[in-house]
């Protein structure tokens, strides 16, 4: 083991001064430690790469782009899965002055081609065939672009001078990384925020932004050159980027990628990450799988589990200084071994900390892993503020808040209870939209992030709401329907739902079952899941109601269910029902089932 394994090593943000000069300083102090490891098709294994290593590929990458005629300001864009290409794509640019522009893999060639044209980038970077035909349909759009490049080889039906596969573009050899950029408040990267209506905005966002929010970050919990994480949420995602990406360079820590969502149960073992960045959505998949085996199991076994929960959150909140000491924590080294112990294992079995944000993270779930011994911390932020304004903290975890503010982050509560926020992390502005900047500021300089708080006295942030997010139904009720629809998903029969009411008498809800556990419910229920017109019968949607009444027991009184409408087949970002930070396109959704929603509400 290296002898600066194991210990912290953070590089302090006056050290670094720009993100090019953090990965400058963390090859120079750690050279051959490794920064990041990924699963090879074509040799069939894991392969490392060291820092060392890393710095000589970006090397090469600023020859090529140096021989393309690319200068310091002009934008580039990367539409990669998470890989060591991603990085080397991004420190190149970074290093000479330019201006890196994030887009999801799924994105709609439409979308991609908006926002290549809007940021105005030079070159383009994509994995290969399947996203090579997919712009082909906009490539006449595309006329900015002087270089499209691919990681894999595409058959190039099309004669399109500008197409090249990296392996063919790099150099074999070239000199020095080049660092131009000395000043922390130049652009670094424009991201575009998917919204739910309109085109996307292009969040601007500098050296600085980025790199204090990193800094801040590894202020509230310590990150060491030892630590393992495994990343799978997108590199696009600002989330994902600040603290899975320029954080890790900041501490020194490995970051393995994962080959894909779908085998992301088995990397977790093969990788046994020490700390995860991850979303709610995970955790409600694992909750809702434990619960489906739970509710097969003998009697018994449900209540080993419950009291192993039990236990564990009481010690949890003991330790947190906000409950007494109980007889009963003599028990956890058996319920530990027992059940803890074996439901972490499917987590890797080293994790010490996750790092949960995104989206709220259900109360009764985070309960649940955080009774069985694993440290779930949550956080708040938007891409606007590089994105983490607020988190909690190893020992002050208060899991129905969003934590306190990030040293060097202020927050006041403004009109309508509406959060503002104030710090070095705080965005530009959005590119070639001085109107949308404007009306994401008070007058007086605050953020408003449209969410809705109470802040306890110590400081700690419950988000209460979206400004922008209620449904205000005919009697004057105003329902969060992202609350109630996150009750719903515990049940392991929904995949997605969408709650429905605005200016009606009562709420209704569509929803796309998870096809096997459907199949399974339905023949419970003595109805012919393959049958056909089975999922619109009064007997299937009043059996999904029971379900989603029994859910949302503990809501007010206004929040009842009274109609369901269902289906199989999911909303995703390929068909447009999602974003492709993976949000639900509201209106889109209605708009295709419109026939649905009118049967849902009719005479009324």
């Known amino acids: 083991m290296n002898s600066t394994q194991g210990r912290v090593d953070n590089i302090p943000q006056e050290v670094a001064v720009t993100l090019d000069g953090l990965f400058r300083e963390r090859v120079a102090r750690t050279p051959d430690n490794v920064a990041y490891r990924e699963f090879d098709e074509h040799q069939g294994k894991w392969v490392d790469y060291t820092w060392r290593e890393m710095d000589r590929h970006v090397a090469r990458w600023q020859a090529a782009m140096r021989r393309d005629g690319l200068k310091p300001g002009e934008r580039v864009a990367v539409m990669l899965k998470n890989c060591p290409a991603w990085v080397m794509l991004d420190q190149a640019a970074l290093g000479m002055g330019m201006v890196v522009v994030p887009l999801y893999t799924s994105d709609r060639p439409d979308n991609v081609a908006y926002v290549i044209n809007d940021s105005g980038a030079k070159l383009l970077l994509i994995e290969g065939e399947d996203q090579w035909l997919a712009l082909s349909a906009v ?4 006329t900015g672009l002087t270089r499209i490049l691919t990681l894999q080889m595409v058959e190039d039906s099309i004669n399109e001078p500008r197409l090249r596969t990296v392996g063919e573009w790099l150099p074999d050899e070239a000199a020095e990384v080049e660092h131009v950029t000395s000043d922390p408040k130049l652009l670094a990267t424009i991201v575009y925020t998917s919204g739910t209506t309109g085109r996307p905005k292009g969040v601007m966002l500098s050296h600085n932004n980025i790199i204090s929010n990193a800094a801040a970050c590894l202020k509230t919990m310590a990150v060491r050159t030892d630590d393992m994480l495994l990343s799978f949420l997108p590199l696009s995602h600002t989330f994902e980027r600040t603290v899975g990406y320029y954080l890790t360079i900041m501490s020194g820590s490995t970051v393995s990628y994962c080959r894909g969502i779908p085998v992301l149960a088995d990397d977790l073992q093969i990788v046994r990450p020490t700390i995860l960045i991850t979303v709610p959505r995970i955790f409600e998949r694992v909750y809702a799988g434990i619960r489906a085996k739970l509710a097969e ?3 018994a076994r449900r209540k080993l589990f419950d009291l192993a929960v039990e236990v564990g959150y009481a010690r949890f909140e003991y330790l947190q200084g906000r409950g007494p000491w109980k007889p009963a924590f003599l028990l956890w080294p058996v319920l530990n071994r027992l059940v803890a112990s074996k439901v972490l294992a499917r987590l890797g079995g080293r994790l010490r900390a996750t790092i949960c944000g995104g989206a709220a993270l259900a109360p009764d779930v985070s309960r649940v892993f955080i009774g069985l011994g694993l440290n779930v911390l949550q956080g708040y932020g938007l891409t606007e503020t590089s994105p983490v304004a607020t988190t909690n903290r190893v020992n002050d975890n208060l899991p129905a808040s969003v934590g306190t503010t990030l040293p060097g982050v202020e927050v006041k509560i403004g009109e309508r209870n509406a959060l503002l926020v104030k ?3 705080i965005m530009l502005g959005y590119w070639n939209n001085p109107e949308a900047t404007r009306a994401m500021f008070t007058e007086d300089g605050w953020l408003n ?6 802040i306890d006295e110590k400081g700690h942030i419950f988000i209460t709401g979206r400004l922008k997010e209620i449904i205000v139904m005919s009697n004057g009720e105003k329902v969060p329907p992202v609350d109630l629809e996150a009750a719903i998903l515990r049940d392991s029969l929904f995949e997605q739902v969408m709650l429905l009411g605005e200016g009606k008498p009562y709420l209704s809800v569509l929803a796309v ?5 459907w199949k399974a419910i339905a023949k419970d229920y003595g109805l012919d899941a393959d049958a056909h ?5 009064q007997q299937a949607e009043q059996m999904v109601l029971e379900r989603i009444t029994h859910h949302l027991r503990e809501f007010p009184g206004y929040a009842q269910v009274r109609r369901a409408a269902l289906f199989l087949d999911p909303w995703t970002v390929e068909n447009g029902f999602l974003t492709p930070t993976m949000k639900l396109k509201r209106s889109r959704v209605i708009e ?11 005479g009324h």
């Open 139 to 142: 490539r006449q759009e595309l």
């Open 449 to 454: 992030t449209g969410d809705t708080v109470r």
């Open 513 to 517: 079952l998870n096809a096997e556990r």
């Open 592 to 602: 295709h089932y419109r026939s649905q929603v009118n049967s849902l509400y009719e």
């Open 533 to 537: 017109q089975v999922l619109g019968s």
């Open 297 to 299: 199991a003998p009697p």
């Open 423 to 425: 710090g070095p992390n």
